[in-house]
């Protein structure tokens, strides 16, 4: 039975979640097959009897499993005999403080630089929902978000600083030492959904990240 | 046999070193005995004939361990039916990752904050060499490190919001999970380091990180 992933999707299928590109990264991981199902944002909430908010949404036969951790928990119980994505106890922590150190800081900053980008690349039916929603939580106007956006590249940037050290000057690949793991499936979700959304980017030659995002792809890819 | 951690000593027995602190609460993760040596700042350098610039080192027995994560590695090695430090690699190399975070950024804050109440607090014979040393790190005097503090005190206590929500939010009471492992031992040290030296408290009557060392106390002393 193939897994199927509701994924966000985009004007020319482009899939701006970076929740999803987490999952999608886990899935390849665990070397699991998958199909994406595309979901227009305000599609979402007609999904599976209405049960789900957001997305991913997986769904693994009759199991439908909604929220990043909870799918990762799920794919880890389900299937013990493809690689974990966690380890141990201790690993799932880490994971969770590496969310709130890129979510809580780094992400706020990325979101404002790339909501303008987002938005003008959502489905013309979610532009709207999108529009108001984000300009609540965000206390301005997209377009005021956007205002003199490249003065804030340069700190934007800068605050990944702590995984290029790690990357760099502690002799590791990968966050997760020296194989790839969920930690690292979270940080480059999020390059691959700017890469997706951006017109700006995000990670420039030279930028250890690009080198990183590199092994992503080729350990995934074996 | 006894462990004996050679750790960084200061006035009135006072300890100020984090990464000595890191190691003693490792060790009491461990639920390994052991006993401190305390050494002074220039002393370091005379001590097991030379081979060290930094503390903690470690003795045991006939096997001597400098750097803390060199230490951490050898206690799993040859202490490996106590509790371990690490539980994977990945583990391990997500408390790189943390140490990357909290040494490149919140940590330059804090530091240059109580620079001043460190040497102070430092011997008579070490406070020479701290000023020098640190003042071309800092390139600036202690005293001006210090000018305006009070100014920088919210900004500097921010900076570990990452922590404050991966232990408030997320349903976790330790970095590592519902247990406490070498991540906890890191980001505990520090507090305890700021404990033993600050004249201004890091932490505050109802930040959840002062329930967070309660509870890591509690957990070592168990």
Redesign the interface.
């Known amino acids: 039975m193939t897994i199927f992933l509701y994924d966000l999707v985009a004007e020319a299928d482009r899939r701006p979640s970076p929740f999803c590109f987490r999952i999608k990264l886990a899935l390849a991981h665990k070397r699991l097959a998958f199909e994406t199902a595309p979901v227009a944002m305000t599609d979402i909430k007609a999904l599976e009897g209405g049960a789900f908010k957001t997305v991913p949404i997986l769904k693994d036969g009759e199991r439908v499993v909604g929220d990043s951790w909870a799918i990762a928990d799920y794919l880890d119980e389900a299937y013990p005999d493809h690689p974990p994505l966690f380890?141990?106890?201790?690993?799932?922590?880490?994971?969770?403080?590496?969310e709130?150190?890129l979510f809580?800081?780094v992400l706020q900053q990325v979101l404002r630089f790339y909501l303008k980008d987002i938005h003008d690349l959502l489905l013309e039916k979610d532009r709207a929902y999108f529009r108001q929603s984000r300009e609540a939580r965000f206390r301005c106007t997209l377009e005021e978000a956007a205002a003199g956006r490249e003065a804030r590249l340069d700190a934007m940037r800068a605050g990944f600083?702590?995984?290029r050290?790690?990357l760099t000057?502690?002799g590791?690949p990968?966050?997760?030492?020296?194989?790839l793991?969920y930690?690292d499936c979270i940080l480059a979700g999020v390059f691959l959904w700017i890469e997706a959304i951006g017109t700006v980017p995000l990670l420039v030659e030279g930028d250890p990240l690009v080198a990183y995002l590199e092994r992503v792809r080729a350990s995934l890819a074996r």
């Open positions: 380890h141990s106890p201790e690993e799932r922590g880490l994971c969770r403080f590496l709130a150190w809580s800081g600083d702590p995984a050290i790690t000057h502690q590791q990968f966050l997760s030492g020296q194989t793991g930690a």
